[in-house]
């Protein structure tokens, strides 16, 4: 039964990506499209399907057992991860930015954010596995050796060891037995030596740290015996209410600010709404309906 059943998903990816390849050679035959919203929908649109597509394959791929039907789908699948990447780069020519946002294409689609991710294919990593699996082998290598990195001390008695041996030509291996356990250190291991004026100008640094720091928990410490004082005055019924002349001003304060800032907004829109109808500024989303409408 599963085999059926990611079968026809194989097939339902072949037909949308049969249809999506014919609607993507209409964009692509277009050579200028002066309507750069609708060609930014289109190039959504594409991309979206292609990400679909790629994603029901890529479970097909997973689940399935043949190895004649895995080779198919793994051609179809790497050529729809490639036409994905070019129509990515071509939305973000169009939009100027990395980051693409198409949620006028999702919501004409009725999908959701989630529906549109795109899976990585495991045999990208399993094929992978040694080379990463190395990597990360170096790395921890490397902060090994950081780790025990050696003493000046400990430097400079390599140093007179390697050079008592260079001298005694019956000593070779000890020689490279040395080197290897006391490595030289690239330079920006080194502890470099400040001067004066360097020194001065950190003990200041770190003074002004210090001094903040303070400032910053004694802030904190105030705020907490406050609110300790306060619940303690609630505990034993000592707290003293607001006087009601304070939480009229009080009030009237928070009004004026609020309404101050509900105007500001207000005025806000309606400057919004003037350069929209004007054509001065394009919204980012808006249905076909109203698109035909402003046509």
């Known amino acids: 039964m599963s085999d059926r059943r990611y079968e026809r998903i194989w097939r339902e990816a072949e037909k949308e990506l049969v249809q999506v390849v014919k609607d993507d050679k209409k964009y692509v035959a277009e050579d200028v499209i002066e309507d750069r919203q609708r060609a930014y929908r289109d190039a959504s649109l594409n991309y979206i399907r292609y990400a679909m597509c790629a994603n029901k394959l890529n479970v ?20 729809t991860l490639s036409r994905l990447l070019q129509v990515k780069r071509e939305l973000v020519n169009q939009d100027v930015s990395d980051f693409n946002y198409m949620d006028g294409a999702i919501v004409d689609l009725k999908l959701t954010p989630y529906d549109v991710e795109i899976q990585v294919p495991r045999f990208y990593r399993l094929e992978r596995a040694a080379k990463i699996q190395q990597v990360n082998t170096d790395i921890d290598r ?5 780790a025990t990195q050696p003493t000046p001390e400990e430097a400079e008695e390599g140093e007179t060891s390697k050079e008592a041996g260079d001298k005694d030509e019956g000593k070779e291996k000890e020689e490279s037995h040395q080197t290897m356990k006391n490595p030289k250190w690239p330079s920006m291991f080194k502890k470099v030596e400040l001067t004066e004026s360097q020194k001065m100008f950190k003990a200041t640094i770190l003074l002004i740290q210090r001094h903040e720091r303070a400032r910053v928990a004694r802030l904190n410490t105030q705020k907490l015996k406050e609110k300790q004082r306060l619940q303690y005055e609630i505990a034993w019924q000592i707290f003293k209410p607001i006087p009601e002349d304070v939480q ?8 004026r600010f609020w309404r101050g800032y509900a105007l500001r907004q207000k005025q806000l829109h309606h400057l919004t709404e003037g350069r929209l109808l004007m054509g001065e500024v394009t919204p980012s989303w808006q249905p076909h309906d109203e698109e035909d409408y402003a046509r």
């Open 60 to 79: 097909c791929l997973d689940q399935m057992v043949h190895v004649d039907k895995r080779a198919t789908i793994r051609t179809l699948l790497e050529a």
């Open 248 to 255: 009229e001003r009080s009030a009237i304060l928070i009004q």
């Open 142 to 146: 490397i902060l090994e050796e950081l």
